[in-house]
Structure formats: structure tokens, C-alpha cells
């Protein structure tokens, strides 16, 4: 899946930014921004928070649509991933409702 770098672009084309200024924001090269939008690159977290700054969104929507990708990655090929992603759900609820206590 392609979740976070289809948001890139389609946030930088509303805001009416080149590669080139998205690239020079968050210190890389445009090359990078653009494999980043195409899926070809995995972006690393501190360039996600840089991102949902410049182009005022959540950060929280953006670091969701990372990590959903990185999840994807790692469990597509495997017969029993939505297993694995059923078990982590339940794992994660059950951390939740620890915490409260």
C-alpha cells in the first residue's frame, strides 16, 4: 500500500508546492520526496512530523497512514496476517485498558 505517500501528494498539489519546496523543507533531495509520494521509499518518522507541519495537517493523521503502511509491508505475503492484525488488535486493547487502570 501506498496509504501515506498518495496523502503527500495529494496534499502538495492542494497546496500548490513543487517537490522541490517540499524537498527543501524537510532537507532532502527531491528525488526522495518524489519516491515518497510514488511508494518507492519508506519515509523515516521525523520526516513525517516535518511534513505534517508544512502542509498544516495532523500529525496524528499522517504518523496513522505510516504506520499503516509499514504494517501492510510487513504482513502481506503471510497466509495468516489478518490473524496477526486480529491478535494485535486485541493486544493493543487490552494494553489500553491496562493503562486506565
Do not use: C, P
Not at 18 to 24: K, N, T, Y
Not at 35 to 59: P, S, T, Y
Not at 74 to 101: C, G, H, Q
Request: cysteine-free; hydrophobic content about 45%; proline content about 0%.
Amino acid at each position: 500500500m501506498n496509504y501515506l505517500g498518495n496523502k503527500l501528494r495529494e496534499l502538495r498539489a492542494s497546496k500548490g508546492l513543487l517537490l522541490r519546496q517540499v524537498a527543501a523543507y524537510i532537507e532532502v533531495d527531491t528525488a526522495l520526496v518524489s519516491k515518497l509520494e510514488r511508494g518507492e521509499r519508506k519515509a523515516k518518522r521525523g520526516h513525517v512530523e516535518a511534513l505534517a507541519k508544512i502542509f498544516k495537517v495532523n500529525e496524528k493523521e499522517l504518523i496513522t497512514l505510516w504506520l499503516a503502511d509499514q504494517v501492510f509491508d510487513l504482513v502481506k505475503d503471510e497466509e495468516v496476517a489478518n490473524d496477526v492484525l486480529k491478535v494485535a488488535e486485541s493486544e493493543l486493547k487490552y494494553v489500553k485498558s491496562s493503562a486506565k487502570e
